[in-house]
């Protein structure tokens, strides 16, 4: 369609010769225009997340407790069993202990013999008491 037909001015040679049509506001005025800070009021209030954020934390630190105890009751078993096995551990160090010590008093005595005056296993040290040997393992192939 033509400019000509739009304004129903049939044989206008120029544009200067179409009548003047201007836009203007619709009738009872355009809408007013919001310029004002409006800031929604959504979401929960500083309360509720404060008291949704004490609650999480409340939770977290009661299962820490469970899981505290939990671990505590564990530890407990094993000590226990540690205490139950201690005596059978013991006697079985001590038979070993027994057996190395006879090996190394037979080994002094063998060492020794030619010294006058010499008690096989007697102590060097002349404190009175007797006192467990300080490495725990007696090897006389070291000493």
Do not use: C, H
Request: aromatic fraction near 10%.
């Amino acid at each position: 369609m033509t400019e000509a037909v739009i304004r129903n001015k049939p044989g206008m040679a120029s544009v200067k010769d179409m009548p003047l049509l201007q836009d203007g506001p619709p009738p009872g005025g355009f809408a007013p225009v919001r310029y004002a800070r409006r800031i929604p009021n959504k979401g929960p209030s500083a309360v509720a997340i404060f008291l949704t954020a004490f609650g999480a934390f409340s939770w977290g630190m009661y299962q820490v407790g469970l899981g505290n105890k939990a671990r505590r009751e564990l530890k407990e078993e094993k000590y226990a069993a540690r205490r139950a096995i201690l005596p059978m551990l013991q006697a079985e160090e001590d038979e070993r202990f027994v057996k190395e010590w006879k090996k190394y008093l037979e080994e002094e005595a063998r060492i020794m013999k030619d010294v006058p005056g010499w008690k096989v296993g007697e102590s060097v040290y002349n404190s009175g008491r007797w006192m467990p040997p300080a490495t725990g393992e007696l090897r006389p192939e070291v000493w």
